[in-house]
């Protein structure tokens, strides 16, 4: 089965009239208004390639009001993502985070001191 998905550049206003025609074409399997640079994208199923280029070029491009279309044809990569997710699992999990440790009121003191000998020095 081949797909493809047909971005559609419409009159202003034309939008549900267009996609009442996309709607009555037999290999349309969606079409829905967008916003955006496009006005309608529409999903296209057929037998063949030459059977897509057709409906394309014969009757989606034909329909009264469309101005202009852009074609999508999905890459054969369809479930790749999901073959993936196993190898991203990590092997080992980390551990559980522990939180960090106060520290005693003579650290505390050391560093306001050392703080304070960098200020005299700058100054």
Known sequence: MEKAFVLINCEPGQEPAVIEQLQKLEDVIDAQETY????????????????????????????????????LIPTEHEGMLEDLIPDMMP????????????????NKEEDSDEDHDDETKLN
Do not use: C, F, H, M
Not at 36 to 62: F, H, P, T
């Open 36 to 71: 955006g640079v496009y006005d309608i994208v529409a999903r296209i199923e057929s037998d063949s390639q030459s059977q897509l280029d057709n409906i394309i070029s014969d009757q989606i491009r034909k329909l009264n009001n469309v101005n202009s279309t852009l074609t």
């Open 91 to 106: 092997d080992v999990i980390p551990e559980q985070k522990k939180p960090l440790e106060e520290q005693s009121s003579e």
